[in-house]
């Protein structure tokens, strides 16, 4: 494994650390209807079971990553609330979960200052779990290299170029043969593989952490220790630390990663309009990381001129299990057929394309509509 920089210093190392898959384009609804060619409830079964993957291999690590369980999907408007109420039932039957709807009266339990104010309800995930990531990661890369693999890091893939029987990776550091390629540069994908790059944007998300606050006012904050997760197009995440001394806050907030205060200030006033009390708190921390679009909004992985790829894939949980896939598709010696992966026009308008996507996903906001997770 090469990696540009130190392990995880990407999306991943820059995530809240929710595990939880989204339900993208799928829904729920009658387990039996038919949807992209298979019933619902298969597609629900792979992502339980991708959910399952990644909490195995967390165990597997050994690691003590601060694992929590449970969230609150908070629903802006009532349209929100009963299209998430419409979605338990199928929910629990799919899942095999137990969650459930609050009213905003009951929310209170969950979130304090003024989130039963401002939110119609919110449907508890009690399937949801959350950990820290950077020990989620040490834990994976030594469970990764306890199973024998070599982790390059501070290593740049500058080019792939095809040879008899496999490839040749030339590296800032030297170059390496290989009988495959998997390629999962995500939203810092750059020129190695040219065809990658043309498809995938890297969009911010930003990322910021409290300065130690007594206990209770974290516990006032996220009242029944569940991360709080803005039910709306783009997300907004508030969750406690392990230690439950810190708020750490997460959202997309900026077009363009600002300044670390400018991100702070940003992502701030967002959460000062839901929890007052944080007004005076300093938040010490501050983090950007770049998360791969692609012109549809799904994940891709396939392969191009024999090298594999998987790019776009939305979360943590996906990633992982995106990877394992990937592997045995290695092992089996499979194609990966992925006709649809569009190029994006004008890839070198980056900025242009950063602050369109802001544009339009502050419109969906604005009229209401909301990701299915
Ligand atoms: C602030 C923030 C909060 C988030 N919160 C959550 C959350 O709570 N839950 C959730 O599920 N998802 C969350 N996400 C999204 C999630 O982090 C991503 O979807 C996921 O981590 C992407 O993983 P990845 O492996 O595809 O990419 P990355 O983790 O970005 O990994 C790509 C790696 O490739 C390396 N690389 C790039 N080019 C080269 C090269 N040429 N040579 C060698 N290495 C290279 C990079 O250095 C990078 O480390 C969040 C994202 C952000 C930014």
């Not at 191009?304 to 943590?316: D, E, K, T, V």
């Not at 990633?319 to 990937?326: N, P």
């Not at 990966?336 to 026009?345: A, E, G, I, L, M």
């Not at 394309?353 to 969906?364: I, S």
Request: glycine content about 12%; charged content about 25%.
């Amino acid at each position: 494994m090469i990696e540009a920089n130190h392990i995880g210093a990407g999306a991943t190392g820059a995530s809240l650390g929710v595990l939880s898959t989204p339900a993208a384009g799928i829904g729920f609804g009658d387990p039996d209807e038919v949807i992209h060619g298979r019933p619902r409830k298969l597609w629900h079964r792979d992502r339980l079971a991708a959910q399952r993957f990644l909490l195995r291999l967390i165990d597997e690590s050994g690691t003590d990553c601060e694992l929590q369980q449970g969230a609150v999907l908070l629903a802006p408007t009532t349209q929100n609330f009963e299209h998430l109420a419409g979605t338990v039932e199928s929910r629990n039957a799919l899942y095999e979960s137990s969650d459930v709807m609050l009213n905003a009266d009951e929310l209170g339990q969950e979130a304090g200052g003024r989130v039963a104010e401002k939110f119609a309800g919110g449907l508890v995930m009690s399937d949801a779990h959350f950990v820290q990531p950077a020990r989620m990661i040490a834990g994976l890369a030594g469970l990764a290299r306890s199973l024998g693999v070599l982790i390059c890091e501070r290593t740049e893939v500058v080019g792939v170029q095809a040879r008899k029987g496999g490839f040749r990776i030339l590296t800032n550091g030297g170059d390496v043969s290989a009988g495959n390629v998997f390629v999962a540069t995500g939203g810092y994908t750059r020129d190695a593989v040219p065809y990658l790059r043309a498809r995938t944007l890297g969009l911010p998300s930003i990322g910021i952490a409290s300065e130690e606050i007594p206990e209770e006012e974290v516990r006032d904050i996220c009242r029944s220790g569940r991360v709080l997760i803005v039910n709306r197009f783009r997300t907004y995440t508030c969750r406690p630390t392990g230690d439950g001394r810190r708020i750490v806050l997460g959202g997309p907030v900026s077009e363009v990663p600002g300044t670390p205060f400018e991100n702070v200030r940003r992502l701030h006033d967002y959460f000062v309009r839901l929890f007052p009390d944080l007004t005076g708190v300093e938040f010490t921390h501050s983090w950007v990381g770049m998360v791969a679009a692609t012109r549809d909004g799904a994940g891709h992985s396939g392969m191009h001129n024999g090298i594999r790829y998987s790019l776009g894939a939305s979360g943590l949980v996906s990633c992982a299990d995106a990877g394992r896939r990937m592997a045995q598709s290695i092992l089996h010696d499979d194609t990966v057929v992925d006709s649809q992966f569009r190029r994006w026009p004008m890839r070198d308008s980056e900025h242009l394309w950063c602050r369109a996507a802001a544009f339009t996903d502050g419109l969906r906001d604005l009229v209401g509509k909301s990701r299915l997770r």
